[in-house]
C-alpha cells in the first residue's frame, strides 16, 4: 500500500504530509483511483460558487478533530482540499496527528482548480 500511496501522491514537501498537484489529482479522479477527496472549507463555502470538486465530501476544520474517526473510516487514501491550500495543510496536521497517515493536500486548492478550467459542483 505504501507503494501505491507513494505512486499516487508523489514525495512530500512537507515532513509527514503529502501533497499532489492539480493535474496530478485530475488524472486520478478520471482514471478512477480509490481516493476520497475532503474539502475542509465552510458549509457555506462548499456551496457557493465556483464550487467544489467533484465527489467532495464536507469536514470543515473546526469539526475535524471531532470527526477524524469518520475520514479514518473511509479506509481510503484521502485528499484535503480547500480554497488555497493553507486550512487542508492544517487539517493533514490534525490527522497525521491522529494517527490517519494516507493523506495529501492539494496544492492549489479549489482557486488553482477553478483557474485551470476543471469542473467544479454546487
Known amino acids: 500500500m505504501a507503494s501505491f500511496f507513494a505512486r499516487l501522491f508523489g514525495e512530500s514537501s512537507t515532513p509527514g504530509a503529502a501533497w499532489i498537484g ?19 472549507r465552510q458549509p457555506e463555502e462548499f456551496a457557493a460558487a465556483p464550487g467544489h470538486l467533484p465527489g467532495a465530501i464536507n469536514i470543515p476544520l473546526p469539526e475535524l478533530a471531532g470527526r477524524v474517526a469518520e475520514a479514518a473510516a473511509y479506509e481510503k487514501p484521502l485528499v484535503l482540499v480547500c480554497k488555497t491550500d493553507r486550512r487542508s495543510a492544517r487539517a493533514a496536521a490534525v490527522l497525521l496527528s491522529a494517527g490517519v497517515t494516507q493523506l495529501a493536500v492539494l496544492r492549489g486548492g479549489t482557486d488553482g482548480w477553478h483557474a485551470r478550467g476543471l469542473p467544479l459542483e454546487r
Open 22 to 40: 492539480i493535474d496530478d489529482l485530475n488524472e486520478q479522479i478520471a482514471s478512477g483511483a480509490a481516493m476520497v477527496v475532503i474539502d475542509v
